[in-house]
C-alpha cells in the first residue's frame, strides 16, 4: 500500500473529517511512529503507526477486529471434523480471521477475533499478563476462604493456577455468582480450580478481555471493534504508540 496523506488515512479511519483531522495534525495531537506529525505528512496505512492523542489507531483498512458473544456448544475452531458449529460460521466477513484465544466448547461470553497477529500474540502471551473477567455460576453460598484459594492459587495437574481477583457478585438461594479474573487462559483452567474446590461449575461466561467490555451484544452476534476498544487491547499488552512493541510493565 502506497502512503497516504495523514489526514486522508485518518478521515478513511473515522477518526474525523479531513478538514477535522488537518486540525488535529496542526494542533500537535497527530504522531507517526512516534513523531509529532506535520501538515503535509503522509503514512504508511499498514506498516505505520499512527497515534491521536497517544491512543494507537486502526488505520490500515484491510486490518479487522471483531467481537463474538459466543453461545454455548459452538467450538472455538475454523472447521471441526466432528461437524459442530463453529464460531466462523457466525461472522460473515471476507477476511480471513483468527480468535484471540480460545472459549471452550460450554464456556459463552467475548471472543475476540482478529487478522492482527501481533496483537493476537500479545493478547494471548501469558507474560504479557492481559486480563480476562469471567463469571461463573457455582452452587453456592461459597466461603471467604475458597475465594482466597483462589487468589492464592490452585494447584491444577499442569501447575499452580491463580487469579488476579475473585470475589462474589451475588448469592440467591442456593446458587452462587463469582467473577473471576485471570491473567492467562489454560485449557478449562475456572472449570479446573473451581472444582478443585468443590465448586462445579453451572455456567461460564467471559465478560472482558483486556479493558474490552461485552456489553449488551447479544449472543451469537458479532461487531467491529471501535478505535477506543482497539487502543485499550494495545494499551492492555503495554505497546506504545511509538512502536507498537511491549513497554514495561
Known amino acids: 500500500m502506497a502512503e497516504q496523506r495523514l489526514q486522508k488515512v485518518l478521515a478513511a479511519a473515522g477518526i474525523a473529517s479531513r478538514r477535522a483531522s488537518e486540525e488535529l495534525i496542526a494542533q500537535g495531537r497527530v504522531t507517526v511512529n512516534g513523531e509529532v506529525a506535520t501538515l503535509g505528512a503522509k503514512c504508511e496505512p499498514a506498516s505505520d503507526v499512527v497515534a491521536v492523542d497517544g491512543e494507537r489507531i486502526n488505520v490500515d483498512p484491510d486490518r479487522v477486529y471483531v467481537m463474538l458473544n459466543k453461545p454455548r456448544g459452538v467450538v472455538t475452531t475454523a472447521d471441526d471434523p466432528q461437524g459442530r458449529p463453529t464460531v466462523m460460521e457466525l461472522i460473515n466477513l471476507p477476511q ?3 480468535p484471540v484465544g480460545r472459549l471452550d466448547q460450554d464456556t459463552e ?31 453456592g453460598p461459597v466461603r471467604k476462604r475458597a475465594l482466597a484459594q483462589l487468589r492464592e492459587g490452585v494447584e491444577l495437574d499442569d501447575g499452580l493456577a491463580r487469579a488476579a481477583r475473585a470475589r462474589v457478585l451475588e448469592t440467591e438461594k442456593s446458587k452462587a455468582l463469582l467473577e473471576i479474573v485471570m491473567t492467562e487462559g489454560r485449557k478449562r483452567e475456572i472449570r479446573r480450580m473451581l472444582g478443585a474446590l468443590d465448586l462445579t461449575v453451572e455456567r461460564l461466561a467471559r465478560v472482558a478481555y483486556g479493558g474490552v467490555e461485552l456489553g449488551d451484544l447479544r449472543q451469537g452476534k458479532w461487531r467491529f471493534l471501535s478505535q477506543a476498544e482497539i487502543a485499550e487491547l494495545h494499551r492492555a499488552t503495554g505497546a506504545t504508540a511509538a512502536s507498537g512493541e511491549k513497554g514495561t510493565r
Open 96 to 98: 480471513r480471521l483468527f
Open 109 to 139: 461470553g467475548l471472543l475476540l477475533l482478529t487478522n492482527d497477529g501481533e496483537l493476537t500474540n500479545a493478547l494471548t502471551h501469558p507474560s504479557y499478563g492481559v486480563e480476562r473477567t469471567y463469571v461463573a455460576l457455582v452452587p
